[in-house]
């Protein structure tokens, strides 16, 4: 299953295809039809592969990422970094809505090749970064989005609390959030909402109505 490259590993275990959501952008995603959808945690472990995330628009991103393409005044002219990046559709959406430098993170090598793949697919440049970036400054970033953040508790509270000293600096910092148990409850402003449609495959339900948060200094 590893045998080819990430990038070709990409291709090959994915379709192109939009969400209803988000008819404009294409990503390569894992569907019914694709060997991804089915294959189990044993089988991916077995061939050297995390969890596919990276292969999947979750509602979180993709409500991030349709309010920016809603309001490009948020990211127009500006530096953004779309954390957790995992398809890369919200840097994606970032760039069509004017943004002049965007960086996606994330620490899957699949993801960062998923990222690459549909950032061409798409048409823009979208810097791939392989980093841990929590606990560190972000000098010239004027936009953190992220999407569906909050789904484990240590990681909710690890990066809310970095995110809010990136806050402090000045910095724009969204999250998209389809009601996951650990969203922050108190330091955070509704920028948008949107009524996701979802898989049952993923979700226990096939929509999600999921809030984009600012994220306010102190909590």
């Not at 999407?147 to 724009?172: F, H, N, Q, S």
């Not at 996951?180 to 330091?187: C, D, E, I, L």
Request: charged share 20%.
């Amino acid at each position: 299953m590893t045998t080819l490259s990430p990038n070709d590993f990409v291709r090959t275990n994915t379709t192109v295809a939009t969400t209803p959501l988000l008819p404009e952008i294409r990503l390569h995603l894992a569907t019914e039809v694709t060997p991804l959808w089915e294959a189990t945690e044993e089988s991916l472990r077995e061939s050297n592969v995390p969890p596919p995330y990276w292969a999947f628009a979750w509602p979180g991103g993709q409500a991030v990422a349709r309010l920016v393409l809603d309001r490009p005044d948020l990211v127009a002219g500006k530096s953004v970094l779309d954390f957790a990046a995992g398809t890369g559709l919200v840097g994606i959406a970032a760039m069509k809505a004017g943004a002049t430098r965007v960086q996606s993170c994330d620490i899957d090598r699949f993801a960062l090749a998923a990222i690459a793949v549909n950032a061409e697919l798409n048409g823009v440049e979208v810097k791939a970064v392989s980093a841990d970036l929590v606990g560190r400054d972000l000098p010239g970033i004027d936009v953190v989005l992220a999407g569906d953040v909050c789904y484990e508790k240590p990681m909710a509270d690890r990066v809310t609390a970095w995110l809010r000293g990136i806050a402090a600096t000045g910095t724009l910092v969204l999250l998209g959030d389809p009601g996951r148990a650990y969203v922050p409850t108190s330091g955070i402003e509704r920028i948008g909402r949107y009524t996701v449609p979802t898989s049952l495959e993923l979700e226990d339900r096939e929509t999600r109505d999921t809030t984009i948060w600012r994220l306010l200094p102190e909590g």
